[in-house]
């Protein structure tokens, strides 16, 4: 036995929650932008993953319009951290609803690091930062995806084995439903089938 939901007939919000339960785990782009104004702003958004490999893109989603949003689309610029377990507190803490003038970097404690190519900081704690051009955005009703074209990666050297990033050592959280979040655990490893192997 199934239940059945039609999103048409349920609250927005409640089928926001069926999503977010059932759509797990997501990776988190730990976005930093920078205001108008000058300040640096920092937040969690777990609608995310890479839109197109050539060229690099990366796309997230605002839902609601939030001060990402607002200073991504102002500046055209930002900066995706990836999301370790060892700043777990830190990155729950920065989705917290800030006023705008308020950085999330002073807030938390978390260090500046001076981005190459865009003006947005890194997360300097992070392993990991895709600095970001916009792209475009597209809106579907209070929602916005926001794709943002690659312009440099900076990889922490602790992370590499050589040229590629190791994931026992990223160690990146992920999130679930409710207030539930989840950690690397468990890694499998399997070959891609081809058809030809098949006897």
């Not at 069926?18 to 920078?34: C, F, K, M």
């Not at 991504?72 to 830190?90: C, D, S």
């Not at 997360?123 to 794709?147: D, Q, W």
Request: some cysteine; hydrophobic content about 40%; aromatic content about 8%.
């Amino acid at each position: 036995m199934r239940k059945d939901f039609d999103p048409a007939e349920i609250a927005p919000h409640a089928f926001y929650r069926l999503l977010t339960a059932t759509v797990v785990p997501r990776p988190i782009a730990w976005v930093s932008s920078t205001s108008e104004a000058g300040v640096d702003n920092l937040a969690p958004h777990s609608f995310f993953t890479v839109a197109s490999a050539a060229p690099a893109v990366l796309q997230f989603t605002s839902v609601g319009r939030k001060d990402t949003l607002r200073n991504v689309e102002a500046t055209g610029q930002f900066v995706v951290n990836l999301t370790p377990e060892a700043l777990f507190e830190q990155v729950n803490e920065s989705g917290a609803d800030f006023p705008p003038e308020l950085s999330e970097f002073d807030e938390t404690g978390l260090t500046r690091e001076p981005s190459l190519r865009v003006r947005p900081p890194r997360v300097a704690e992070s392993p990991v930062a895709f600095e970001c051009e916009l792209h475009s955005t597209v809106g579907f009703g209070a929602s916005t995806v926001v794709f943002g074209r690659v312009v440099h990666l900076a990889v922490a050297e602790q992370v590499l084995d050589g040229d590629h990033p190791v994931i026992d050592r990223l160690r990146p959280l992920a999130r679930l439903g409710r207030d539930e979040w989840s950690t690397l655990g468990a890694v499998k490893e399997i070959r891609r089938p081809r058809y030809t192997d098949r006897g």
